[in-house]
């Protein structure tokens, strides 16, 4: 179990809810790890800047995260902890792999959450 | 929301979380803040086997009970959070923090710490993630049974390149320089393990590949020989730079962006500090941080008390209508 402050996302069932009922979605999966630790932080620090957008995390070694954002083909080629994925109506708009800093993950949310058009994948 | 403080710590690592724990247990109002995640480069340590008193612990682990000290004797400590504008030229610090407000202190510690140094080619960032990776321990078990290469030549290198022998086949160590800078035991360790080879005198070209990291190419430094090494890895241990780049022109600073102290760990500017990896120094470790940040706050707390002591400077207002005064007779 991932000790952050974000809501997990545990099973396959609340994945796909959380995908069909929202339309903004951010998850970062990964371990407990010196480069997941900082992006738990970055999405727990931006959540009331964009109260549209659903921040979760996930457990890496879980059996969602192998049957859900590990087999996604936007996260094939990653291999650097924590895979964070960005939804738009459940739709894959941007991913990236290893640690990010709050600017990148800024830049990202501003390019893909906001306006009513989903932004390119990134 | 108050906005005076007592001395406000810039960068809430193993420095300036001390530091927060010693001016707030000697009641300074004492304001943390850190634009990252409240530990700095100690979260970024799986395990920690060399802090006195502590048998052995994860970076994440000292750092929280760090921060319940230092929030325990009431200071307050604010991660995530952009500094805006910072002026310490004043005898009034200002310190401008994102969606926090305006604060002052008459005593500011930058304990900014470090990041780590990047070879600065442009295909660097591009396979960040995708092959590249700053963290054996998060990341080897990426590369089971895969050819990989380690950049660097100090201890850092060394030992990863060690550990990374768990999961790959074969581990090729690059290094600028004919030598190594590591402990000669770090080297030896390594050179006893039959999965690691070197590569000395080389220069980093390009990372290259198509979705991922498929090779490394490298330049002799001597003989311009140019060779392109298989690789799906790339772990980058070539040590850490000041974080001072914002600091420029606001405190004074060293050819490499240090920041000069004297052994009270005052800088140049009166009431600005400075503790940890940021500083001046030789060795750089979680110890020697927590040394500073004890230093720079005792010397706060001083600085601060003094300049309560003294009467106020009077306005320029008062002194103009002071210097008018006639001469009585
Ligand atoms: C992978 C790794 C393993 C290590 N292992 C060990 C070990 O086993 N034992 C040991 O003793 N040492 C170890 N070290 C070294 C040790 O962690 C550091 O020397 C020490 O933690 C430095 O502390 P610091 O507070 O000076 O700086 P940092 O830890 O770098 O903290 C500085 C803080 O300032 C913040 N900051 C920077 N700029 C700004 C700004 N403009 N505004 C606001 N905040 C800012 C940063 O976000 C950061 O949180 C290791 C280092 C690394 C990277």
């Not at chain 2, 198509?210 to 490394?216: F, G, I, Q, S, T």
Request: aromatic share 8%; hydrophobic share 40%; with cysteine.
């Amino acid at each position: 179990m991932l000790q952050t402050n974000l809501y997990h996302v545990e099973t396959v069932e609340q994945f796909q809810e959380l995908l069909q009922n929202n339309e903004k979605v951010a998850i970062v999966c990964g371990r407990m790890g010196p480069m997941c630790i900082p992006v738990y932080g970055v999405m727990e620090s931006l959540a009331s800047r964009y109260p549209d957008v659903q921040f979760r995390d996930m457990e890496f070694d879980s059996p969602v995260g192998r049957e859900t954002i590990r087999a996604l083909p936007e996260t094939r080629n990653f291999n650097g902890l924590p895979f964070t994925v960005y939804f738009r109506n459940g739709r894959v708009v941007a991913a990236t792999s290893s640690i990010q800093t709050k600017q990148q993950v800024k830049e990202i949310l501003d390019r893909t959450m906001c306006g009513t058009t989903a932004g390119a994948q990134g | 929301m108050d906005a005076r403080y007592d001395v406000i710590v810039i960068g809430a690592g193993a420095a300036g979380l001390t530091a927060g724990i010693y001016l707030a247990r000697a009641r300074m109002k004492t304001l943390v803040v850190d634009h990252g995640t409240i530990g700095g480069q100690m979260i970024l340590t799986y395990s920690v086997a060399n802090y006195p008193g502590v048998a052995e612990a994860s970076g994440a682990e000292i750092v929280a009970t760090m921060r319940r000290q230092a929030e325990g004797f009431g200071a307050r400590v604010l991660g995530q959070a952009d500094i805006l504008r910072m002026d310490l030229s004043g005898p009034d610090k200002v310190v401008e923090v994102e969606d926090e407000g305006t604060f002052t202190a008459p005593a500011v510690i930058l304990a900014t710490g470090g990041v780590p140094r990047k070879l600065g080619i442009p295909s660097e960032d591009a396979f960040q993630g995708r092959g590249i990776s700053y963290c054996a321990t998060c990341d080897g078990d990426f590369f089971m049974d895969q050819d990989i290469v380690v950049i660097g030549g100090g201890n850092s290198a060394m030992e990863e390149a060690v550990s990374l022998t768990k999961y790959a086949r074969t581990v090729t160590i690059i290094h600028e320089f004919d030598h190594f800078q590591a402990q000669p035991w770090a080297v030896e360790e390594a050179r006893k393990n039959p999965k690691i080879r070197f590569l000395m005198e080389q220069d980093i070209r390009e990372f290259a590949g198509d979705e991922h990291l498929e090779k490394v190419v490298v330049v002799h430094k001597r003989t311009g020989e140019v060779t392109a090494i298989p690789a799906t890895g790339a772990f980058l241990f070539i040590g850490y730079v000041p974080n001072t780049a914002h600091l420029k022109g606001i405190v004074h600073l060293n050819e490499r962006g240090e920041i000069p102290t004297d052994d009270l760990n005052r800088t140049n500017i009166p009431g600005v500090f400075a503790a940890g990896d940021a500083r001046v120094k030789r060795y750089r470790q979680i110890t020697t941080a927590v040394a500073d940040g004890t230093i720079a706050a005792l010397s706060a707390v001083d600085y601060v008390n003094e300049r309560a002591r003294q009467p106020a400077m009077p306005s320029r207002r008062q002194r103009f209508l002071k210097e008018r005064r006639p001469v009585q007779a």
